[in-house]
């Protein structure tokens, strides 16, 4: 049987809460593994953050997480810090494998019937390159909308933590996704943003017409599985699973929620 020290854990980072829908995967792919949940909220939200600051941020916390903890794999579960980053990530630190996550373009472009597909993300996943390449490359042949929304990062956020929103303010973050277009409807919209997923039966509830709202988390916790070892006989190391916050002053309701997800602060 392996020993528990055997088993690196799983680092997990978003921007903030929102990763919490990839881990919720990755447990159930990966439940020999350990998980260490880093939020970066001192710097949330990154979709108003200058590309340079926010790169440079990025890999310096990095250089703190992986020497301090070891993990045997990162995954980045917040679509503007790996499209702006993992590049740089990789090159940085060349010796730990990392996981990324990126807007759901080609799954999109593969299932709609309408060609008519919406991705809604933070205005930094918007604006990067990265996201216009993964529409070149794999969805030419469909009609594509970013919707870089200001307020739904935080909005969702503060719905995780059971804070009430209304239905008017959250209709109006996912109104420009829904397109008609000679007779056609918008049928996919893809949530490029980890936070997102927490909100879809409220999306659900309130668009004028139904879609599929692709959420990655799955597939993401798909890749990590690919990635990580499966160790024969391994068990799941008791000290690992939990929380790391940069501000380290989570509130409250958010160490509620945390330990609802069985992470230690």
């Not at 939020?39 to 790169?55: H, I, K, M, N, V």
């Not at 060349?94 to 709609?112: D, H, L, N």
């Not at 390449?133 to 929304?149: E, K, P, Y």
């Not at 990580?228 to 989570?250: K, R």
Request: hydrophobic share 45%; charged share 25%; proline share 6%.
């Amino acid at each position: 049987m392996a020993a528990t020290n055997d088993l690196k854990p799983v680092l997990m980072f978003d921007s903030g809460i929102g990763g919490l829908t990839v881990l919720r995967e990755a447990r159930v792919l990966m439940p020999e593994r350990g998980f260490i949940y880093v939020a970066d909220d001192a710097g949330f939200p990154y979709g108003g953050w200058e590309e340079e600051a926010l790169t440079a941020r990025i890999l310096s916390q990095f250089e703190r997480l992986l020497n301090d903890y070891q993990p045997e794999i990162a995954i980045i579960a917040c679509n503007t810090a790996f499209t702006l980053a993992g590049a740089a990530l990789r090159e940085r630190f060349p010796e730990m494998t990392f996981v990324g996550t990126v807007p759901a373009i080609k799954p999109a472009a593969e299932r709609t019937r309408s060609g008519l597909v919406s991705v809604l993300a933070t205005p930094g996943t918007v604006k990067r390159a990265y996201t216009r390449d993964l529409i070149q490359s794999f969805a030419t042949q469909c009609h594509v909308r970013l919707v870089g929304s200001e307020n739904l990062a935080r909005m969702a956020e503060a719905y995780i933590r059971g804070e009430t929103l209304s239905d008017d303010s959250v209709l109006a973050e996912i109104m420009p996704c829904f397109v008609e277009k000679d007779g056609r409807k918008t049928d996919i919209v893809v949530l490029a943003c980890t936070h997102y997923p927490f909100m879809a039966n409220l999306f659900r509830r309130l668009a004028p017409w139904p879609v599929d709202w692709l959420d990655p988390a799955e597939a993401i916790a798909r890749q990590a599985r690919r990635k990580v070892p499966l160790l024969e006989g391994a068990q799941h190391p008791g000290e690992f699973d939990f929380a790391v916050f940069t501000s380290g002053n989570p509130d409250f309701a958010t160490q509620r929620l945390m330990q609802g997800f069985g992470l230690r602060i």
